[in-house]
């Protein structure tokens, strides 16, 4: 797949320059470096006197780990307790519902300064800059975990739970042992989403908190050179493409032990 992908681009590249279409766009080197180019870039310093690139990506796509998977667990925890809450309460669902789904309609872009604003000083020193990014991951994980968990807990089998009310099952009971176990598809399909949206988060976030540690600052510093050296923004947004991938991967093992380990429901 990888091949072929690298094969497209190239013969689009190809034909594209040699015939000289310019729809959609105009195909040089600078709008679509050689394969080779990028991937050579890995291997060369960004600048005078400083590391390989490679290097240099390296630590920053573990800075945004660091904040993409803080923000992945605090939005998939609110998430996951606001889709169990609003399980409970139609009245919650008919007031709350619309407002979360309003929520998702205002541009992360428009919200992340504010979020820098708000939550910087009041964290710790350790905290700042990358807990208010952490905040803006969170904000786009929760709401497909808030919603895939309502649809999950909603889809329970009736006579399910039926027969934990005959047993006088607690509402606690029939939650952990019918509502989940069947509700676990939905909720991971939802975290695959927000594992690729909280890294996507992390990166949007960096930019108004002015962090240059980060995958984000990268982009910034590559994009004023995007004229003379494009290959190093291409490699920065490869680095961020795998690092999506990683935590996309890392959610389909985990839904893998999960779902094996699952109590079974009764029949």
Do not use: D
Not at 180 to 187: C, G, N, W
Not at 196 to 222: K, M, R, W
């Amino acid at each position: 797949m990888l091949l072929a992908l690298v094969g497209l681009w190239e013969l689009y590249r190809l034909v594209w320059t040699s015939t000289g279409w310019t729809w959609p766009f105009v195909v040089n080197s600078s709008s679509m470096p050689h394969v080779w180019t990028i991937l050579k870039a890995f291997g060369e310093p960004a600048q005078v006197n400083q590391p390989a690139l490679a290097t240099i990506l390296w630590h920053k796509s573990l800075f945004t780990a660091k904040e993409a998977a803080a923000g992945f667990v605090l939005g998939a925890l609110f998430g996951f307790l606001l889709g169990v809450g609003l399980a409970h309460s139609r009245i919650a669902q008919r007031g709350l519902t619309p407002y979360i789904v309003a929520s998702q309609t205002i541009p992360i872009l428009a919200i992340a300064p504010m979020v820098v604003v708000w939550i910087n000083p009041k964290l710790p020193g350790g905290l700042q800059g990358w807990g208010a990014v952490a905040v803006i991951a969170a904000y786009l994980t929760f709401f497909p975990v808030c919603i895939n968990t309502l649809r999950g807990l909603l889809s329970a089998e009736p006579r399910a739970l039926e027969l934990m009310r005959s047993y006088a099952g607690g509402r606690w009971a029939v939650l952990w042992k019918v509502r989940v176990p069947t509700s676990l598809p939905y909720i991971f399909s939802a975290l695959r989403i927000a594992a690729t949206a909280s890294v996507v988060g992390a990166i949007i976030g960096e930019l108004p908190s002015g962090l240059q540690s980060g995958l984000g600052g990268a982009i910034l510093n590559f994009n004023q050179y995007y004229s003379l050296e494009p290959q190093e923004l291409w490699a920065t947004n490869i680095v961020a493409a795998l690092l999506g991938i990683v935590f996309f991967v890392a959610v389909v093992l985990a839904e893998r032990f999960a779902v094996r380990r699952a109590p079974e429901l009764p029949e």
